[in-house]
């Protein structure tokens, strides 16, 4: 009877363990869906329609890198880029302040897709102070000798700030899949564990957001032809660019299926029509605006008298 009751004991406090992990996913999933917080949906730019559902798989060959909606030229769009640049700037202002929560921003994409770009134009005008980029290269030794996760932790945002991961765990999915450089019983089981770190990410006050910057191998070849014509920025190329370039169509299986694995309510992928610069930068802008609106940060209550404060001469 005893060995009963405390089954029975066990198998209650594990129901409710599981009802309080989904009610604070819940609760804090709300920032996954930040056009809620747009007053006439769709946004524009119409952001949601790249973000990849849980379960719902990913064809790349389906997404037109190409896309712009009805924006046809740069032009176009800076208007509507400055307005959600300075959005961000507010916000962040008051994420820094409120000294609570952060956001954890990871950009992906093959090579000359624009990662770093984004970040120089989406970014332009927001407190440094408040925003910190992590770029991961090849692992240390150090770094090598722990989990594949150690070293990316270390660089998750604390309260109050913006964290941008300059690629990220997922290349550990990624190129050491392309390159075999684990076998494959190695690096599956890293998309669930993914999923477990970015949720823990996630209960613990951290707003996930994942962009794939989405370009043709047509794109790539024209930007990497670019750098080696222009004399200032060659030194952006490298022979590895035309050694990674040769793997392109195993690197986009491997993108479809890391994505479409790790996608879920509360970290969503977005795949970014990414071959015009201009309409990227304004994404991707868009998205981390109406995310952080919809997460409400609010400056801390000032101490209380100081209408009777006077500051002496």
Not at 20 to 46: C, F, G, Q, S, W
Not at 185 to 210: C, D
Request: with cysteine.
């Amino acid at each position: 009877m005893a060995d009963g009751t405390r089954t029975t004991r066990a198998a209650a406090e594990s129901r409710r363990t599981r009802a309080a992990a989904d009610a604070a996913t819940e609760e804090k999933t709300r920032t996954a869906r930040p056009e809620l917080v747009v007053a006439d949906p769709p946004p524009e730019p119409d952001y949601p329609r790249y973000r990849v559902e849980p379960g719902a798989g990913l064809r790349l060959a389906d997404v037109d890198p190409d896309e712009s909606e009805h924006f046809r030229k740069k032009k176009d769009v800076l208007p509507e880029l400055e307005r959600n640049r300075d959005r961000i700037a507010e916000l962040q202002s008051r994420l820094y302040a409120e000294n609570r929560r952060s956001v954890l921003l990871v950009l992906q994409a093959m090579d000359t897709g624009g990662k770093d770009g984004t970040i120089k134009h989406v970014f332009e005008g927001v407190n440094p102070q408040g925003c910190q980029v992590s770029s991961f290269k090849a692992p240390s030794a150090e770094e090598a000798a722990h989990d594949f996760l150690w070293r990316y932790h270390q660089h998750v945002p604390s309260r109050g700030m913006i964290g941008i991961f300059n690629r990220s765990h997922y290349e550990d999915v990624l190129v050491v899949r392309v390159k075999d450089l684990v076998p494959e019983e190695v690096w599956r089981p890293r998309y669930e564990v993914i999923n477990q770190f970015e949720h823990a990410l996630t209960l613990s006050g951290v707003t996930v957001l994942k962009f794939y910057l989405h370009i043709s191998k047509d794109e790539q070849k024209r930007r990497l032809e670019s750098r080696l014509a222009d004399p200032d920025k060659r030194w952006k190329f490298s022979a590895n660019d035309l050694r990674e370039r040769r793997h392109w169509d195993a690197y986009m299986a491997a993108f479809e299926e890391a994505i479409g694995n790790t996608s879920t309510e509360h970290a969503p992928w977005y795949v970014v029509p990414a071959n015009n610069k201009w309409y990227r930068n304004l994404v991707i802008a868009r998205t981390i605006a109406d995310t952080l609106e919809a997460m409400d940060p609010r400056y801390p209550e000032p101490e209380e008298g100081l209408d009777a404060v006077a500051v002496d001469d």
